[in-house]
């Protein structure tokens, strides 16, 4: 039997919220929409997730975090993922403290530019 693939471009969208300090910033994160067939809503990712060092234990990631969080729970999203490097353990404690668990794994591919 032969098979095929079938290409189907589907559109997704971002929100990146920024904390400024004056005119620089000085945090910010990506949450993407992510659709796919399973289920009605889409999901959310959060990525990119960073702080300026200078300004870090300041409650600014917490903004960061909470608004992300606020903005999925607004659009109905089914669930809300977010990665980190397995060495970043104080991030993870980060997250776990606002209510998100460690769940399964991430495997990923890079490729060089």
């Not at 919220?17 to 990712?45: A, C, M, S």
């Not at 990525?47 to 234990?57: A, Q, S």
């Amino acid at each position: 039997m032969h098979h095929t693939i079938r290409r189907v471009i589907k559109q997704s969208r971002a929100i990146k919220f920024e904390v400024r300090q004056g005119d620089k910033t000085i945090g910010r994160v990506y949450l993407y929409f992510i659709k796919n067939d399973l289920h009605k809503q889409p999901y959310g990712l959060v990525e990119d997730l960073f702080v300026d060092e200078t300004m870090r234990g300041q409650g600014v990631g917490r903004m960061l975090l909470e608004a992300a969080i606020t903005e999925a729970k607004k659009r109905k999203l089914y669930k809300l993922i977010i990665t980190s490097r397995m060495v970043r353990t104080e991030v993870h404690g980060f997250y776990e403290r606002h209510g998100l668990k460690k769940y399964g794994w991430e495997f990923r591919m890079d490729f060089n530019r």
